[in-house]
Antibody, heavy 125, light 110 residues
Framework: QVQLQESGPGLVKPSETLSLTCNIS???????????WNWIRQPPGKGLEWIGY???????KFNPSLKSRVTISGDTSKNQFSLKLRSVTAADTAVYYC????????????????WGKGTTVTVSS | QSVLTQPPSVSGTPGQRVTISCSGN????????VSWYQQLPGAAPKLLIY???QRPSGVPDRFSASKSGTSASLAISGLQSEDESDYYC???????????FGGGTKLTVL
């Protein structure tokens, strides 16, 4: 059974960097079955926003609205992937989810079948 | 403003059939498959439908979905109180080169 678990600070100061990690169990970040490891966020009372992914080839892709501030990386030895969001503001306050995705290279399909429980990050001084 | 457009809310009584619409354009729904997610209160989203109309193992066949052109819809038949939830559609968008979601639809079971 595949499980994902987010971890990281629940409080980040404005202008600093938000750093989260997603630990993978029951699967491998290196498995090649067209898997994409995603970060998604949900501001309080609002809808879902896709942040980006790291693929099984270690390629990355990001939401254009966040691209200049986001880094996603993978760690084979720890079987986890991480999110860094720089220069945060109160607008980055949200529940952050990691999720396993499947897709073809042409993105004719893209869906996320396993989600972590989410972690709440508040940006405040 | 979400790229995919969903009604903010729908409602129905137990046993009824309800549908939730999702409207996009040629860069997303018109050329890519749609997935649907259910988010129960206080919980993480759960995959409900993938590649337009496929149900993952464990999802009741009361949930079905279809797509036509640049629009998709989710249907829930035999409505139950536990179906009260937020529902999101999603698709890849070639113009934005990223995954996009609908704004979400809150289903209330009266």
């Amino acid at each position: 059974q595949v499980q994902l678990q987010e971890s990281g600070p629940g409080l980040v100061k404005p202008s600093e960097t938000l750093s989260l990690t997603c630990n993978i169990s029951g699967d491998s970040i290196d498995s090649i079955d067209n898997k994409y490891w995603n970060w998604i966020r949900q501001p309080p009372g609002k809808g879902l926003e896709w942040i980006g992914y790291i693929s099984y080839t270690r390629s990355t892709k990001f939401n254009p609205s966040l691209k200049s501030r986001v880094t996603i990386s993978g760690d084979t030895s720890k079987n986890q992937f991480s999110l860094k969001l720089r220069s945060v503001t109160a607008a980055d306050t949200a529940v952050y989810y990691c999720a396993r995705g499947f897709s073809k290279v042409d993105k004719s399909y893209f869906y996320m079948d396993v989600w972590g429980k989410g972690t709440t990050v508040t940006v405040s001084s | 403003q979400s790229v995919l457009t969903q009604p903010p809310s729908v409602s129905g009584t137990p046993g009824q059939r309800v549908t939730i619409s999702c409207s996009g354009n040629s860069a997303n729904i018109g050329s890519k498959t749609v997935s649907w997610y259910q988010q129960l209160p206080g919980a993480a989203p759960k995959l409900l439908i993938y590649t337009d109309n496929q149900r993952p193992s464990g999802v009741p066949d009361r949930f079905s979905a279809s797509k036509s052109g640049t629009s998709a819809s989710l249907a829930i038949s035999g409505l139950q109180s536990e179906d009260e939830s937020d529902y999101y559609c999603a698709a890849w968008d070639d113009s934005l080169n990223g995954q996009v979601f609908g704004g979400g639809t809150k289903l209330t079971v009266l």
